[in-house]
């Protein structure tokens, strides 16, 4: 695995990757959220099941539909006391690609149990330990300061992963997250600016870390902690759009 240090980090320039290094019109799969209600179905696959929810990350609480709405031109997901959260995963499947989401979180409770935002590329198959997966944006507290991103190797039984943390980085204030996938490697930005980098990294315990064979953009508000016993909080997502 090579860690390749960011050649501009720092530098001034515009706060979305996609402007500053050109990747031209975003596509249809994209979303704005400009209207109310459900997101749209069309881009946008929602929890289903009994009561519109299913089991939660790792059992914990359920993960349902109604958590998921748009408003005002805001995409909100909510995380409830009782452990009830938001979910969805965008249809659009592909190997390669590039994604920018601008978003922000808070808690809204006063005490409970964490809820922890995420951005992440999902495999198809869903058997992440085959195929890896890519935590881009991920953190531990909707009021965190400090950013991390988990990226997982496929063919990886013992899920070896390398990991990046940023500081500081309020995450309460509205911030562009960018993710770059291609056949040279992994690259994370946040707010134009290039904060990870890597790629290859075969090995007799693990798959180059970009082989993941096909994958889709799922944003999670997610409950580590149980049912019952958590803080109230909300992750809120202005736009999402997808490139080539």
Known sequence: MALLAPADAGAAGPAEAAVRYGWGEPLPVSDEFGYAGVPDPARWALPRGEEGCWEGHAGNGRRCAANSAVADGILTLTGEED??????????????????????????????????????????????????????????????????????????????????????????????????????????????????????GADDERGDIQAMPSGHLTIQLDNFTGAGGLRPAVFEVDWVRVYE
Do not use: K
């Open 83 to 200: 452990g009830d959260t938001g979910w969805l995963r965008q249809r659009h499947e592909t190997r390669y690609g590039r994604w920018e989401v601008r978003s922000r979180s808070r808690n809204t409770g006063a005490e409970g149990g964490l809820y922890h935002p995420l951005h992440l590329i999902w495999p198809t198959e869903g058997n992440r330990l085959e195929n890896g997966e890519y935590d881009w944006v991920e953190y531990a507290d909707p009021d965190a300061q400090c950013l991390t991103a988990f990226l997982h190797y496929p063919r990886s039984p013992t899920d070896e992963r390398e990991r990046s943390d940023l500081c500081p980085v309020d995450m309460t204030r509205w911030h562009t997250f960018a993710f770059e996938w291609t056949a040279r490697g992994l690259v994370g930005y946040v707010d134009g600016v290039e904060w990870f980098r890597y790629s290859g």
